[in-house]
Every structure is written in C-alpha cells, then in structure tokens.
C-alpha cells in the first residue's frame, strides 16, 4: 500500500483531510517547557483556546529532527507500506530540510523493498496539500504511482503564496523568516510586513502598510501589479483570527472568478503559532 503524506503546516485538516485520505505529520510544538507533537484541533472549544493562547504568545514552534523523521517515516515501511512525503518547501525548515532528507535517504537504505518518498513541493500551506491531493486522486485513477509523481512534478513551481501578518516583531523573531525579515525597518512604526513565498520557496519582502486591513487590500492588488489576469487563477484565501478581512477578500475576488476557483479555508493553528497570529494568506496557481 502507498501512504500518502503532508505535514500539519499544509493547512488541511478536519473532514478535508478525511476526504482527501491523506495522512498528516505532527508538528513540534513548545508550551512552557512542555513539549509536544500537536496535528490539530479536533473541537471547536479545542481551537478557540488553542488560539487564544497562540494570541498571548504561550507556543512556539520547535523543528524536528533527524531522529524523530526517521522514526516516525519507520513505522509504515516495517508495516509493508510505500510512502510518499509531500514537504512544505524544505527552505521553510530550520535545517533547509537537511534532517528530512537525510532521514529519507537512510530508510531507503535499511528498506530497500519499499519505497520512500520525498517531494518537495517549494512552496507552503494549500499549495502543499493541494499538490498532494491532485497527485493521490491521479494515483488512484491510474494506479500507477510513477504517473502520480510525474503530475506532482508538473504542479511544483507554479504556487506562489503571499501573506500579512498584524504584527511584525513576532515575525521577526521567527527563525524560519529571519532571514526575509531582516531588511524591515518598519517594526517600530508598527507597519505590516507583506511577504512573498516565491515558485522556489524564497521568502522576500514585497511590501508594507500602515493597517492591517489596507495591507490585506495588497494582496488582491499585488495579483494585479504582477501581470496576472485574476480570472486564469485559482485561489485559496487561508486566514487566523481575521474573518472579516478574509469574507471581504473573498467577495473581492468573486467579482472576478467563480466560487469553483476561490476557496476560503482556516489557517492551521501551527501556521498561526509560526506566524505569531492574526494572518492572511493568499495562494494562487494557474488552472491546470
């Protein structure tokens, strides 16, 4: 059996990812000095207080290691099953994903009878786990898992995501966004940071704003100022603790596109806690 993977910062969960049947990667997750591995919430009471401590900075986000890929990729292969690892882009990961490759090349090794998988998609959130679900519904019509991959390497390199976070001193705490955020100087000022993941899965800077409601206002109209025509793309609209900036992107895109070709969907509660909170992101690609 070929089991099909995304980690838990590919932002599905819940009866999507039931759907979908794909099988998630915990996430490390640092409260206190308590450490745990956290996939989602399971109940809405469950979200709302995980959020609200995710909004008093009570978590941090801990990479995992070498050890903890190893082991945990190890089960399915000593189970019999083939496994396919659908990685947010691995220049997300503290490490730039040197750990997951490592442990990917060493179970290859001790079970050279499965198969072990490693696909990095360059890009994060629902670009992630819309790659791994289109590519399993390929697998599944085909059943031909070469087929499968070969699709999935046709769709890598064409999401790019965009991003606002309200607050720009937890962002630039964030290890993972360092490196971007080094050349913003607009922190004291309490400016909002509009960051870009490129098709390589670079982050960069784009641009700034005043509020957060004029910077959400950015990403429809950075679409624009970049060359793309609205109506050739597909969006998804990934949001914390920002619901009536999210339904007002939304309505500003159904002016253009049809309601097959948006969708609206809640960040994942690990992307809140790396992103310190309140955040929009928007995720687009060219119809196949």
Not at 12 to 29: A, R
Not at 123 to 144: C, F, M, N, P
Request: net charge neutral; proline share 2%; with cysteine.
């Amino acid at each position: 059996m070929v089991k099909f993977y995304i980690d838990a910062y590919a932002d599905m969960f819940g009866k999507e990812l039931k759907i979908t049947d794909l099988n998630l990667v915990p996430s490390k997750i640092k409260h206190g000095s308590r450490i745990s591995y956290f996939k989602n919430y399971t109940k809405a009471n469950d979200f709302a207080k995980i959020a609200e401590e995710i909004r008093a900075g009570k978590y941090s986000v801990v990479p995992l290691e070498y050890q903890e890929w190893y082991d945990f990729f190890e089960e399915e292969l000593k189970a019999g099953n083939d496994v396919v690892y659908f990685s947010v882009s691995t220049k997300l990961l503290l490490d730039n994903g040197e750990g997951l490759k490592r442990a990917f090349r060493d179970l290859n090794k001790k079970y050279p009878k499965n198969m072990a998988i490693l696909m990095d998609t360059k890009t994060v959130s629902r670009g992630t786990s819309e790659i791994a679900a289109l590519s399993k519904v390929v697998y599944e019509r085909e059943g031909d898992l070469e087929a499968a991959l070969d699709f999935a390497d046709t769709l890598i390199g064409k999401f790019v995501s965009i991003f606002v976070v309200d607050s720009a001193d937890s962002i630039k705490a964030s290890q993972v966004f360092k490196g971007a955020m080094s050349s913003f100087t607009g922190a004291s000022l309490n400016l909002k940071p509009i960051i870009s993941i490129d098709t390589d899965g670079n982050f960069k800077i784009l641009d700034k704003a005043k509020s957060f409601k004029s910077a959400v206002s950015k990403l429809y109209s950075n679409v624009k100022e970049n060359g793309q025509n609205i109506a050739d793309y597909t969006f998804s609209i990934v949001s914390f603790n920002a619901d009536e900036e999210a339904q007002a992107l939304y309505k500003k895109f159904r002016e253009v596109v049809n309601e097959n070709e948006i969708r609206l969907v809640p960040l994942s509660l690990n992307n809140a806690i790396l992103v310190g909170g309140k955040c929009i992101a928007l995720t687009f690609h060219s119809k196949y």
